[in-house]
C-alpha cells in the first residue's frame, strides 16, 4: 500500500524524476501485480507521465502502450482520463489521423478537444465548421488557447463585427475572466482597442478607477471599461455603485447599462439591501444570468412581496424553475396571494421528496408525518453483484490504502446508473468496508425506494447522546450537523484543516477546550470522537445561547457568528427565508441540510417533531437578541 502512495505522488509530480520512479518500479515489479484490481493505477501512472513529460510519447512507440490500455480497459475511468491526455497532446501536434480515429470514442465535452477537432475539419476545408467557432465566439464563454487559431481564421475571414468583438469582451469580463478578455484583444483581426492598463486598474481596483479616472461616453472602450469597474465595485458596496451608476446612466448605452443594474441588483440583493428589487426593475430588458435571476427572488423573498416573487420565478427557464426551492416558493407566493388551490397541486409533488422543501410542502399541506424507518436488506445476489463492479472493488481497495481522492473518483464512476436496490446494497457493502460516507452517499442516492435507516444511521450513539445532552442540546440536531459535516468520518481532516466528526478548527478547539475546563489538551486527539464530540457540542451550545435560535446557530457553525448576526433582517424573518437569502451558497445549501436532517433524526431517536416549520422557527431581528460579549473565535467551528 506504501508503494501505492509512492507511485501516486511520482505521477503528481509530473516530471522527469517522476517518470524515473515510475519506470523504475514497473521495471522491478514487472507481473509482480497479476490481476491485481490496482494494476490499473500503476500502469496508468507511468502511461500519463510518459505522455505529460516525453515529446513524442503521443506519436511514437508509447502510443502503441496507450492505445492497448484503452482497449484492455474500456469503460472504465482511467481508461477515459487517459484518452482525453492523448487527445489533448496529439491535438496540439496535429496528429489528425490519430486523433480522429480516437475522437470518434471520446464520450467527454472540454472546449479544448473541441476546438483540435474543429482544427482537423477546417484541414479538411469542412465548410460547417466555422459557424460552430462562430457561435462560441458570440456565446461569450471562456475558451482554451486551442480555439484561438481558429478565432483568427474566423476575425481573418470577415464577418465579425465590432459589435461583436465588444459584446465578447463584455461577456468575458461579466464574468471575470480577466486573462480571456486580454487574450482576445491580443488576436489578430480584433478591431477594437482596450488600454491593458486601463483594464487591470479598473478589474482589480474598481472603486478607484471609478473615483479617478475620467468617462468619456463617445468612446466605447471607456464606456465597457466604466461598466466592468461599476460591476466590480457592486461586489463590494452595491449601494454606493448604484448611487454611482445612477447619476451617470444616461451615458451609457443599453444593453449594457440594463446588464450593469443587473449586476449592481443581484450584489444588493446578496449583500440585504433593501433597494434591490428597486435596482432590479432598472434592469427590465437584461438577460439575467442564473445566478441574477435567483439573487432577484431572493431579494422579493427578504421583503415578503409575493408579487414580484411570483415574477421573478416565472420569469427563470423552464429547466431553472424545476429546482426545489423555486417551486415551494412559487407556490408559497401563490397561496400568500389567495390562489392556493394553484398552490396545493405544486406542494403536493414536492412534498414526496426528502429535502428541506419537500418537508415544508408537506407541511403546508397537512400531509408532515415522520416516516417509517425499516431497513432494506439487500439479498446475498444483490450484495454479490455489486461487490464485483470492477470500479466499487478498486475504490474500496483505493480507500483501504489511504488514496482517498482516488478512491472517491472510483466510487463515482462505479454508482451511474445503478438500480435504487443496487444503491442500497452499495451503501451495505460500504458500512462493512469502514467507509461510512460513501455508504451515506450510496443511501441518499435512490430514487424511488428509500432506506432511511441508511440515509440516517445512528453510529456512536453511546457517545453522541450523552455529549449533546450533557450541553442541553437535541440529540437529533446535533446528528444532522454531523452528517452533513463529516458523514461519520472519525479521522476527517477538510482542505481548511477542520478536524474530526464535528469539524473543527484548532483553534476554535483550543478555545473551547480552554473555556469548558479540560486539561492537556492536544489538537493530535480531535480525531478521537469523544473528545471532538464534548467540545464541538460545548461549542454549539455556546453559539447558540449567544444566537438564541437554531438556523442562526446552525449558520454560525458553518460560516462564523459574525456572520450569521449579519445576516438578519431589521424584522423577524421567517427561517426559511433567512435560509434562503444567505449569501454563502455553502452555507445557504449546509443550513437546509442540516435542519432537514435533523427532523428526520427526530423520528429516527424516537422523539418525532410534528412540525418542521417550527423547528425552522422565527430568525430574531437585528438588535432584538441580547448577545453576551465573547472573545470567541469568529470563523465558525471550521
Not at 447599462?257 to 432598472?282: G, V
Not at 414580484?308 to 397561496?335: G, V
Not at 429535502?355 to 417509517?372: C, D, H, I, R, S
Not at 430514487?447 to 447522546?465: F, N, S
Request: aromatic share 8%; proline share 4%; with cysteine.
Amino acid at each position: 500500500m506504501r508503494e501505492a502512495k509512492s507511485l501516486r505522488e511520482a505521477w503528481a509530480r509530473q516530471d522527469a524524476r517522476g517518470l524515473a520512479t515510475l519506470e523504475k518500479s514497473a521495471a522491478a515489479n514487472h507481473g509482480a501485480l497479476g490481476q491485481h484490481p490496482l494494476r490499473i493505477f500503476a500502469e496508468y501512472w507511468l502511461l500519463s507521465t510518459r505522455l505529460a513529460t516525453q515529446a513524442d510519447a503521443a506519436t511514437g512507440a508509447a502510443s502503441e502502450d496507450i492505445r492497448r490500455f484503452i482497449a484492455r480497459h474500456a469503460d472504465t475511468r482511467l481508461a477515459h482520463a487517459l484518452r482525453r491526455e492523448w487527445l489533448q497532446k496529439l491535438g496540439r501536434a496535429e496528429r489528425w489521423d490519430l486523433f480522429t480515429e480516437q475522437y470518434v470514442k471520446h464520450s467527454g465535452d472540454e472546449s479544448d478537444i473541441a476546438c483540435h477537432a474543429w482544427q482537423e475539419r477546417l484541414d479538411r476545408k469542412d465548410g460547417d465548421v466555422m459557424g460552430e467557432v462562430r457561435a462560441l465566439w458570440n456565446a461569450g464563454r471562456t475558451a482554451p488557447e486551442a480555439c484561438d487559431a481558429l478565432f483568427q481564421v474566423m476575425l481573418a475571414g470577415g464577418g465579425v463585427e465590432s459589435e461583436q468583438q465588444w459584446a465578447r469582451l463584455a461577456r468575458l469580463l461579466d464574468q471575470g475572466a480577466i486573462a480571456d478578455a486580454r487574450r482576445m484583444l491580443k488576436l489578430p483581426g480584433v478591431a477594437i482597442k482596450v488600454d491593458e492598463r486601463r483594464l487591470n486598474q479598473a478589474h482589480n481596483d474598481p472603486g478607484r478607477f471609478l473615483q479617478r479616472e475620467k468617462l468619456e461616453p463617445r468612446q466605447r472602450a471607456s464606456v465597457e471599461l466604466f461598466l466592468h469597474a461599476a460591476r466590480r465595485y457592486a461586489r463590494r458596496d452595491a449601494a454606493d455603485a448604484a448611487g454611482w451608476f445612477a447619476a451617470r446612466a444616461v451615458s451609457f448605452p443599453d444593453p449594457g447599462r440594463a446588464q450593469a443594474w443587473a449586476e449592481i441588483a443581484s450584489q444588493a440583493a446578496q449583500q440585504h439591501e433593501p433597494r434591490a428589487l428597486e435596482w432590479f426593475a432598472k434592469a427590465d430588458g437584461a438577460t439575467l444570468t442564473e445566478g441574477q435571476a435567483e439573487w432577484r427572488v431572493r431579494a422579493a423573498l427578504r421583503v415578503r412581496d409575493w408579487k414580484s416573487t411570483e415574477a421573478a420565478i416565472n420569469a427563470m427557464p423552464a429547466a431553472q424553475k424545476r429546482d426545489a426551492a423555486w417551486r415551494y416558493w412559487l407556490a408559497r407566493a401563490l397561496a400568500e396571494q389567495n390562489r392556493r388551490a394553484e398552490a396545493t397541486p405544486i406542494w403536493d409533488a414536492l412534498a414526496r421528496e426528502f429535502n428541506f422543501y419537500g418537508l415544508l410542502a408537506a407541511e403546508e399541506t397537512g400531509k408532515l408525518v415522520q416516516p417509517a424507518f425499516i431497513a432494506i436488506e439487500p439479498t446475498d445476489e444483490e450484495l454479490n453483484s455489486v461487490r464485483e463492479l470492477p470500479a466499487l472493488k478498486r475504490s474500496l481497495l483505493l480507500y483501504k490504502a489511504g488514496l482517498t481522492q482516488e478512491g472517491l473518483s472510483e466510487w463515482r464512476w462505479a454508482m451511474r446508473n445503478l438500480t435504487d436496490r443496487q444503491y442500497i446494497a452499495a451503501s451495505a457493502v460500504a458500512e462493512v468496508a469502514g467507509v461510512p460516507d460513501r455508504a451515506l452517499n450510496a443511501a441518499d442516492r435512490t430514487v424511488a425506494l428509500h432506506d432511511l435507516t441508511r440515509r440516517y444511521p445512528l453510529p456512536i450513539t453511546a457517545q453522541l447522546v450523552p455529549a449533546a445532552r450533557e450541553q442541553a442540546l437535541d440529540p437529533a440536531w446535533v446528528y444532522g450537523l454531523i452528517k452533513q459535516e463529516s458523514a461519520f468520518l472519525r479521522d476527517v481532516r477538510s482542505s481548511a484543516g477542520a478536524i474530526g466528526l464535528m469539524q473543527l478548527m484548532p483553534t476554535t478547539a483550543r478555545w473551547a477546550a480552554s473555556k469548558s475546563g479540560i486539561t492537556k489538551y492536544h489538537t493530535a486527539n480531535l480525531t478521537d470522537p469523544a473528545l471532538n464530540l464534548s467540545l464541538g457540542t460545548w461549542y454549539l451550545r455556546h453559539v447558540y445561547d449567544n444566537l438564541a435560535d437554531p438556523v442562526l446557530a446552525t449558520a454560525a457553525y458553518n460560516a462564523g457568528p459574525g456572520r450569521a448576526r449579519r445576516w438578519r433582517a431589521e424584522v423577524p424573518l421567517e427561517g426559511a427565508i433567512y435560509a434562503e437569502t444567505i449569501p454563502f451558497n455553502e452555507t445557504r445549501d449546509y443550513v437546509k441540510r442540516v435542519m432537514a436532517n435533523a427532523w428526520f433524526y427526530s423520528g429516527r431517536l424516537g422523539t418525532p417533531k410534528t412540525s418542521f416549520k417550527a423547528m425552522v422557527g422565527t430568525v430574531p431581528a437585528r438588535g432584538n437578541v441580547s448577545l453576551a460579549a465573547t472573545n470567541s473565535p469568529d470563523a465558525g467551528a471550521r
